[in-house]
């Protein structure tokens, strides 16, 4: 009996088998997976085990090297891009090399936020540091890629996997840290990212971020005298005033604008690197310093550069006595959604139901925080929350559903194969 034909009977007594008839190449992709359940998880255990925060810049090379072994097995070119000069590890780019077909980009970090919980397993969850954000969606990628290497569907594809060490704390400049990120890109047709997943769901769209600074300063001196033409208003009722107008008028789907520090009195000090200051004044002095640091959420440029006129405006009409000062600097940028994206996720959408897991759609980009693929995503079509199902990332305690596994890898097994055969393209 031949190979395939024993992994298909495996998955007939998993009843597992797809609600439509797959092709044969499909068929045998979709059983390989099932073929490795418990190597995989042992694989996820050992790349848990290995601490990788993102200030660990030892352990995130080692976890790359981890990944980068098992790709090689799959014809895989590997190389580590050293990131010393923003202050973190590298990344981890290996590359499928081939003419045929559509060109893939895969997306997934090696950095966590903590390390030190150990992998274990209870009942049908698995625990430790990272093991859904995203050491889980880096496994699900992994083993995607390997059904198709053991099917034959990858001789002759072009797919780059890229994995980045610091996308928990990304390195800045943006130029340096995401500059062979965007290299990848240009020479891909799409783009899949392997963060986590949302029952029913996948990401054609992730918010971007912003950080903004206001500096108000008022005419110090006795409190008697506030609101007189001696000394106005002060520097804390001029960023209340700031406030509560960006707070009315600036709200419209998936932007958000939030304030989270803020210090006055007559004096104040701010201190970005740890995010803290201090502040000290009297209460019979009208206040002359303010500083109030904050970030912006949006959905596209557009919607970015509409917000920060708006609070330039705001920020200018200024009460007696007072003046104000507002800058604003580029974080991540957001992953619009696109033509291109919704594509994709057609394509998604259709591997699900062949699989017999039923329909896919959009999640609500006000759901999503920015991520690595919003990088590229002006570039390439693209779709993200293709990982791990599991829960409490960034806190101890975070766990991933093992039962998921399976389900998860060999939709993305499908998506992968069909997409580079030119599924999702115009």
Known sequence: MSRTRVLFLACQLAGVLPAAELPPLEQRIAAEVL?????????????????????NHAGVKA?????????RTMGFETRWVDQASVGRSGHLVAEHRGDRGRRLLLIGHLDTVLQGEPFRREGGRA?????????????????????????GALAGRQVIVFLTGDEEDTGKPYEVSRKDLLEAARRSDAALAFEG??????????????????????SQGHSSGIFGKARGSGAIYEAARI???????????????????????????????????????????????????GDLRFLSRD????????????????????????????GMPAMAPSEGNARL????????RDLGYGPMSAHDPGQRGAGDISFVAELLPCLDGLGADGGKEHA????????SLPMLTRRAALLMHRVMDGAGHP
């Open 396 to 403: 101890p305690g975070e766990f991933i559903e093992l039962a």
């Open 197 to 218: 997943y949302e029952a029913g769901v996948a990401a054609t769209g992730r918010r971007g971020f912003s950080s903004w600074r206001l500096e108000v300063a008022g």
């Open 345 to 352: 996720l057609a394509v998604l959408d259709a591997c699900s």
């Open 35 to 55: 073929a490795r359940q418990e190597a995989a998880v042992a694989l996820l255990g050992r790349t848990v085990d290995q601490a990788s925060a993102t200030e």
């Open 243 to 293: 406030l509560a107008a960006f707070h009315a008028q600036l709200p419209e789907p998936y932007l958000t604008c939030n304030p989270s520090v803020i210090l006055g009195g007559t004096e104040a000090t701010y201190d970005p690197p740890s995010f803290s200051g201090t502040a000290r004044g009297k209460t019979n002095v009208v206040p002359g310093k303010v500083v109030v640091e």
């Open 303 to 330: 919607q970015l550069a509409r917000a920060r006129e708006k609070m330039r405006a705001i920020a200018a009409a200024s009460l007696p006595r007072t003046s104000a000062t507002l800058s604003f600097t580029d």
């Open 63 to 71: 976890v790359g090297e981890l990944y980068a072994r098992e790709l």
């Open 127 to 151: 625990f430790g540091s990272g093991v859904s954000d995203m050491k889980g969606g880096n496994l699900i990628m992994l083993e995607a890629l390997r059904a198709l290497h053991a099917a």
